[in-house]
């Protein structure tokens, strides 16, 4: 069976982009009101990144197959990701104020960290999965490039407190790994689930 569409549980508008530019036919499924979507990002002590993000993208993965159910929706494959960025052995979520994305940036400044994203499709009666992780080397950040970044609003809603498509790429020296993958969605592993996975795209 060849699926034409599938469902995108994640509110991310990098998201919906990149499924675009592989032409991948995608409604939304985001989740209901009375769910704490948050809760499921949870860090547990000691736990090993890559585990950490594989473990919350396959929840979310969950949640968004009983969420599928409840509404009745059409059985189309449902895809989720989760990004996390990491800096040393420190997980680094979404900055919940301004002062902890100041604190976000100042630990990136003039460093390399780690971008990892899982990504995990439900298509039949199967989950397919993959991770992509980056390096991303950061120049030296002024207070100034700081609060001017925080200003802007962009932090908010980020992993690391940054999105390597907004202004903040003037300050990436470097890149190793995928850019997509970085931005939430890597493209070259989410387009060989989707063909394990017999979905129409491009």
Not at 166 to 174: M, P, W
Request: glycine share 8%; net charge positive; charged share 25%.
């Amino acid at each position: 069976m060849i699926h034409q569409q599938i469902h995108l549980a994640s509110q991310s508008p990098r998201r919906r982009q990149l499924l675009d530019q592989l032409g991948v036919r995608h409604a939304p499924l985001l989740a209901d009101p009375e769910e704490d979507a948050e809760a499921l990002e949870a860090v547990f002590p000691g736990e090993r990144v890559a585990d950490y993000v594989q473990r919350v993208t396959a929840l979310k993965l969950d949640a968004a197959r009983r969420r599928q159910r409840r509404r009745s929706l059409p059985g189309w494959p449902i895809l989720c990701a989760d990004t996390t960025v990491v800096v040393g052995l420190r997980i680094l979520g979404k900055p919940a104020d301004a002062n902890e994305a100041i604190e976000m940036l100042a630990a990136l400044s003039g460093r390399t960290h780690r971008v990892l994203t899982a990504v995990a499709l439900w298509a039949g009666h199967s989950a397919h999965a993959a991770l992509s992780e980056s390096r991303v080397m950061v120049g030296d950040l002024s207070a100034d490039d700081i609060a001017r970044y925080v200003a802007s609003g962009e932090p908010f809603g980020k992993a690391g407190a940054y999105a390597i498509q907004s202004q903040f790429a003037a300050h990436i020296r470097r890149i190793e790994g995928s850019h997509s993958g970085i931005m939430g969605l890597p493209l070259y592993e989410t387009a060989r689930l989707l063909k394990a996975a017999r979905v129409s795209f491009g």
